[in-house]
């Protein structure tokens, strides 16, 4: 091997070796996705992700937090009977006010 082979491997071979020991007492961490074992991978228009990625700054959170809390959202909606079109929705809320007694 080379120099820098030999160099690289006990490079690789020390950090495969270490532990990180305990965080500092001013370090905080955290496992935010700690029950969510699946990830979604979706393909996305360069102007789509750029909105995204507006609206995620917006609201101070992560893309991938933005996307989870919309689709979660949409969820609940369809859960909840009120997903649907905005005319659609706007609809059922007129038949539901404007009910007739039978």
């Given amino acids: 091997m080379s120099r820098i082979d030999d160099l690289l491997a006990d490079e690789g071979a020390r950090a495969e070796a270490y532990s990180g020991g305990p965080a500092p ?3 905080t961490t955290s496992r ?7 990830v979604v ?19 101070g959170m992560s893309l991938s937090t933005l996307i989870r809390v919309w689709a979660v959202d949409r969820l609940h909606a369809e859960d909840h ?3 649907g079109t905005v005319t659609e929705r706007l609809a059922r809320l007129e038949r539901e006010v404007f009910r007739r007694p039978a």
Avoid: I, M, W, Y
């Fill in 25 to 27: 007492e001013h370090v």
């Fill in 32 to 38: 935010p996705n700690l029950g969510r074992q699946t």
């Fill in 41 to 59: 991978s979706v393909r996305l228009a360069a102007d789509e992700h750029d909105r995204l990625s507006q609206a995620a700054r917006k609201a």
């Fill in 81 to 83: 009977g009120e997903s």
